[in-house]
């Protein structure tokens, strides 16, 4: 029986089937994913004919159908993101970084822990694929929680950006983040998610060809991620 990943409500409805893609838009899997809205907190969930592994991410292969050859030099990835990273930026408040302690999750080649590196006391990133583990100054990248906590346990700021749709173990890496947060400091999550206008009221070419991803087992709302917080 299908759940609501976020809720556990039972009450879903399947928005839509087809060939999710991988990586660059035009790239697209063979296996059929099902994507089912729940009917309670608006979250979506997929289904998948075949499972998106895990192993993708670690070995860099996830990276390098989005970004080519090149996915694995940081400096690269840090200046063609660089825009969406600032965008980040824009939505932390200052107070919470000057002098404080931050962790990334998902921090893919540390571009968001660069660019407030001047700025942080410590910045520590927990990133699956091996080829961006690095240590630079007041910043690391690593690739556990086990190992992020022998540098530090309580952050001020904890974020993670672009990837908790893709996690199988969503409930259990939210306790985690939660877990590591000082007394009042704020946990910021910003993803791909099932608020996105043109989902609901777009063309269905959107939703075929850009839209779902192999890679995602959920597209939540915000009132999903209240609720799983």
């Not at 994507?35 to 907190?41: E, F, H, V």
């Not at 970004?67 to 824009?90: I, P, Q, V």
């Not at 970084?97 to 893919?108: E, H, Q, T």
């Amino acid at each position: 029986m299908i759940t609501c990943s976020a809720c556990q409500n039972p009450k879903l409805q399947m928005i839509w089937q087809g060939y999710a893609r991988i990586g660059k838009v035009g790239n697209h899997s063979n296996s059929i994913t099902k994507a089912y809205k729940c009917k309670k907190c608006g979250t979506v969930s997929s289904v998948q004919s075949s499972k998106y592994l895990q192993e993708n991410f670690r070995t860099g292969n996830y990276r390098r159908s989005v970004d080519g050859k090149t996915a694995s030099n940081s400096d690269k990835y840090f200046f063609k993101y660089f825009e969406e990273t600032l965008l980040h930026l824009l939505h932390v408040p200052k107070e919470y970084l000057l002098g404080k302690k931050v962790l990334d999750f998902g921090s893919g080649g540390g571009s968001f822990l660069k660019l407030i590196s001047p700025f942080i006391e410590l910045g520590v990133g927990i990133e699956l694929d091996k080829n961006f583990h690095f240590k630079n100054r007041n910043i690391i990248n690593l690739s556990s929680f086990s190992k992020a906590d022998k540098v530090c346990k309580k952050y001020d700021l904890v974020t993670c950006y672009s990837v908790f749709g893709q996690l199988l173990n969503s409930s259990e890496v939210i306790y985690n983040l939660n877990k590591r947060l000082k007394k009042n400091g704020i946990l910021i999550i910003a993803d791909i998610n099932a608020n996105d206008y043109l989902l609901t009221h777009g063309r269905e070419k959107y939703k075929k060809e850009i839209f779902f991803r192999q890679s995602y087992q959920n597209y939540f709302t915000e009132k999903g991620l209240k609720i799983l917080a």
